[in-house]
C-alpha cells in the first residue's frame, strides 16, 4: 500500500510503497477514509535528531476516520464496513487514568512504549491502518468523514481545554483564543455552542482573521504587540476569564497572560515552547497557567454528539495522498485555512 512517511531527520515527508498491515490477533485494520493534517506533525519534523522520540521511517497521521476492513482474532463488537473514527492518544486501558478514559494520560504508556499513531506508531495517512484495540474506535454514525476527522485532535483538545474552564465562562465572560488555525477555529465554535461568553480572536493574518468572524468570534483582533492593550479596552480593563493560546511562542504566551483576568485560566495549548511564569507579581491575582495534552476518550465521544447536533462545522481543505508533502508545506506557509484533510483512497 501507499504511505506518506517520515524518513530522515530534517528531510520533506515522501509518499511511499510499504507491505500491506495486516492485524494481529486484537486488533483492527481500517481502510482509511481521511487523516487529518496537524501543525505538530511540522513540530516533530523539525526537531533535532539528538533525543528524537520515535523510530524512523514513521508514517504519519494522528487524525484517522476510516472503515473496518479486517478484524484480528478476538475482537468483537465491530464489523466490517463499520465507519469509525480514531480516539489517538492510546493509553494501556488498564490504569487509574485509562480507567477514567483519561488515556492521554495514561500512567503506563511510557513504560510499555505505547506510542499514539502517527507519533510513533504507523498513522493513518496510508491506505490503511492498524488500531491496537477496539476501544480506541469511535463509531461516527451518520457524519460526513471529511469534517469529522480533525474533531479527533482539532476538536478533541480545544474541547478538553474548554471544558476545564466553563465554570469560569459564564454569560459576561470573555474568552480569548490565539491563533485560529486547525484548532483555534474549532475552539471558536465549541466556545460558541457551550459558553455565553465573548470570543475574541487573535492572528496574524487577514485570513485568519475572516475565519475567525465567520466561525462566531465576536471579536477579531491581529496579534501585535499592541493585541494585549486592544483586548485589555475590549473588556472594559478587566481582561479575560479564559485564555487559550493555540501557538505557545514568547510573544502569544505574553500575550495571552497581558490579557488574563483575576482568576483567570491561561491556558496553553500550542507546543511552541514558551513558558509563562507564575508567581506572586507576574500575573494579576490567581490566575491558573496549564498545559494539557490532547482529551479523553468520553470527551471525543461528547465531541461527535457536539458536532452531531450542528453545533460544530470544520472548515477543510482536501488532498489526495500523491499531494500529502504539499499540504504540510501549504500548512507550513500559513496557507491552509481551517484544516487540511488527506484522503488516502480518494
Ligand atoms: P495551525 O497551523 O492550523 O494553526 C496555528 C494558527 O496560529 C495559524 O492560524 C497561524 O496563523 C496562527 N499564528 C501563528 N503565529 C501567531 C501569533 N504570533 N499570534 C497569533 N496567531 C498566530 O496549527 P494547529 O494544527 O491548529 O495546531 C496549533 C498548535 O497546537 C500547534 O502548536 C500544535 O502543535 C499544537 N497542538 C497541541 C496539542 C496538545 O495536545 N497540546 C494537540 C494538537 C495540536
Ligand atoms: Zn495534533
Ligand atoms: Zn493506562
Same mark, same amino acid.
Given at each position: 500500500?501507499?504511505?506518506?512517511?517520515?524518513?530522515?531527520?530534517?528531510?520533506?515527508?515522501?509518499?511511499?510503497?510499504?507491505?500491506?498491515?495486516?492485524?494481529?490477533?486484537?486488533?483492527?485494520?481500517?481502510?482509511?477514509?481521511?487523516?487529518?493534517?496537524? !501543525?505538530?506533525?511540522?513540530?516533530?519534523?523539525?526537531?533535532?535528531?539528538?533525543?528524537?522520540?520515535?523510530?524512523?521511517?514513521?508514517?504519519?497521521?494522528?487524525?484517522?476516520?476510516?472503515?473496518? $476492513?479486517?478484524?484480528?482474532?478476538?475482537?468483537?463488537?465491530? $464489523?466490517?464496513?463499520?465507519?469509525?473514527?480514531?480516539?489517538?492518544?492510546?493509553? #494501556?486501558?488498564?490504569?487509574?487514568? #485509562?480507567?477514567?478514559?483519561?488515556?492521554?494520560? #495514561?500512567?503506563?504508556?511510557?513504560?510499555?512504549?505505547?506510542?499514539?499513531?502517527?507519533?510513533?506508531?504507523?498513522?493513518?495517512?496510508?491506505?490503511?491502518?492498524?488500531?491496537?484495540?477496539?476501544?480506541?474506535?469511535?463509531?461516527?454514525?451518520?457524519?460526513?468523514?471529511?469534517?469529522?476527522?480533525?474533531?479527533?485532535?482539532?476538536?478533541?483538545?480545544?474541547?478538553?481545554?474548554?471544558?476545564?474552564?466553563?465554570?469560569?465562562?459564564?454569560?459576561?465572560?470573555?474568552?480569548?483564543?490565539?491563533?485560529?488555525?486547525?484548532?483555534?477555529?474549532?475552539?471558536?465554535?465549541?466556545?460558541?455552542?457551550?459558553?455565553?461568553?465573548?470570543?475574541?480572536?487573535?492572528?496574524?493574518?487577514?485570513?485568519?482573521?475572516?475565519?475567525?468572524?465567520?466561525?462566531?468570534?465576536?471579536? $477579531?483582533?491581529?496579534?501585535?504587540?499592541?493585541?494585549?492593550?486592544?483586548?485589555?479596552?475590549?473588556?472594559?480593563?478587566?481582561?479575560?476569564?479564559?485564555?487559550?493560546?493555540?501557538?505557545?511562542?514568547?510573544?502569544?504566551?505574553?500575550?495571552?497572560?497581558?490579557?488574563?483576568?483575576?482568576?483567570?485560566?491561561?491556558?496553553?495549548?500550542?507546543?511552541?515552547?514558551?513558558?509563562?511564569?507564575?508567581? @506572586?507579581? !507576574?500575573?494579576?491575582?490567581?490566575?491558573?497557567?496549564?498545559?494539557?495534552?490532547?482529551?479523553?476518550?468520553?470527551?471525543? @465521544?461528547?465531541?461527535?454528539?457536539?458536532?452531531?447536533?450542528?453545533?460544530?462545522?470544520?472548515?477543510?481543505?482536501?488532498?489526495?495522498?500523491?499531494?500529502?508533502?504539499?499540504?504540510?508545506?501549504?500548512?507550513?506557509?500559513?496557507?491552509?485555512?481551517?484544516?487540511?484533510?488527506?484522503?488516502?483512497?480518494?
Amino acid at each position: 500500500m501507499k504511505a506518506l512517511q517520515y524518513r530522515e531527520i530534517g528531510a520533506a515527508p515522501e509518499v511511499v510503497t510499504v507491505p500491506d498491515p495486516e492485524p494481529g490477533p486484537g486488533q483492527v485494520l481500517l481502510k482509511v477514509t481521511a487523516a487529518g493534517v496537524c !501543525h505538530s506533525d511540522i513540530a516533530v519534523m523539525e526537531w533535532p535528531a539528538e533525543g528524537f522520540p520515535y523510530e524512523l521511517p514513521l508514517t504519519l497521521g494522528h487524525e484517522g476516520v476510516g472503515t473496518v $476492513a479486517a478484524l484480528g482474532a478476538g475482537v468483537t463488537g465491530l $464489523a466490517e464496513g463499520d465507519a469509525v473514527a480514531v480516539y489517538g492518544p492510546w493509553g #494501556c486501558g488498564t490504569c487509574a487514568k #485509562c480507567a477514567e478514559g483519561k488515556e492521554n494520560y #495514561c500512567l503506563r504508556a511510557g513504560d510499555l512504549g505505547i506510542l499514539p499513531p502517527g507519533l510513533g506508531a504507523p498513522g493513518s495517512m496510508a491506505e490503511y491502518m492498524l488500531v491496537d484495540d477496539p476501544r480506541h474506535l469511535v463509531p461516527i454514525d451518520g457524519l460526513d468523514p471529511v469534517a469529522t476527522v480533525p474533531l479527533t485532535d482539532a476538536g478533541l483538545t480545544p474541547y478538553h481545554a474548554i471544558k476545564r474552564s466553563l465554570p469560569k465562562l459564564v454569560p459576561g465572560s470573555t474568552a480569548v483564543v490565539i491563533g485560529t488555525g486547525g484548532l483555534g477555529h474549532v475552539a471558536i465554535q465549541l466556545l460558541r455552542a457551550m459558553t455565553a461568553a465573548r470570543v475574541i480572536a487573535l492572528d496574524v493574518s487577514e485570513d485568519k482573521l475572516a475565519l475567525a468572524r465567520t466561525v462566531g468570534a465576536h471579536e $477579531a483582533v491581529l496579534s501585535d504587540a499592541q493585541a494585549a492593550a486592544k483586548v485589555r479596552e475590549l473588556t472594559g480593563g478587566l481582561g479575560a476569564q479564559a485564555v487559550f493560546d493555540f501557538v505557545g511562542v514568547e510573544p502569544t504566551v505574553k500575550t495571552a497572560g497581558a490579557v488574563a483576568a483575576v482568576e483567570a485560566d491561561v491556558t496553553i495549548v500550542g507546543i511552541g515552547g514558551a513558558g509563562l511564569p507564575v508567581g @506572586f507579581g !507576574h500575573l494579576p491575582f490567581e490566575v491558573s497557567v496549564s498545559a494539557p495534552y490532547w482529551g479523553s476518550r468520553g470527551e471525543l @465521544f461528547e465531541v461527535l454528539d457536539l458536532a452531531r447536533a450542528g453545533a460544530v462545522s470544520v472548515h477543510t481543505e482536501t488532498f489526495s495522498l500523491d499531494e500529502a508533502p504539499l499540504a504540510y508545506e501549504r500548512l507550513h506557509a500559513g496557507k491552509i485555512n481551517g484544516r487540511a484533510v488527506i484522503l488516502p483512497n480518494g
